[in-house]
């Protein structure tokens, strides 16, 4: 899986193979008024890799600057996705970010006893 910069957004991927762990970076902005057309595509070839190698996914927004409530939809779908794949996806986040936190704690009802997805404030 490749990186992804798509305008003031960046998701840099990086692998830690012995652990089995694919992670995206999130840095920049998400401000577009419809990100799915970008950020879905990327996600789908990202849980199709995932689920074909057998690699969790470290999805890191503590890096971020900003994201957008249409963002969130998006990322939502992945949570879905994943789940419906069986693939392994935690979610790290600023929890000392205020707008971070409101975002991921509204999002981590989707967190059930599966442990498939995974919501960490750091």
Do not use: C
């Not at 970076?25 to 998400?30: A, K, L, P, V, Y």
């Amino acid at each position: 899986m490749h990186s992804l910069t798509s305008g003031d957004l960046h998701l840099e991927v990086a692998y830690q193979l012995p652990a089995k762990i694919v992670e995206v970076w999130w840095r920049g902005t998400s401000d577009h008024r419809r990100p799915s057309a970008v950020l879905e595509p990327f996600f789908r070839g990202l849980l199709a890799e995932a689920s074909a190698e057998g690699l969790t996914i470290a999805m890191h927004f503590e890096t971020i600057e900003f994201f957008n409530s249409a963002t969130i939809g998006s990322i939502v779908q992945l949570i879905v996705d994943a789940r419906a794949a069986k693939v392994t996806l935690t979610l790290f986040y600023r929890a000392t970010e205020r707008w971070q936190a409101s975002s991921f704690k509204a999002m981590s009802a989707f967190e059930k006893s599966d442990g498939l997805i995974q919501f960490r404030g750091i």
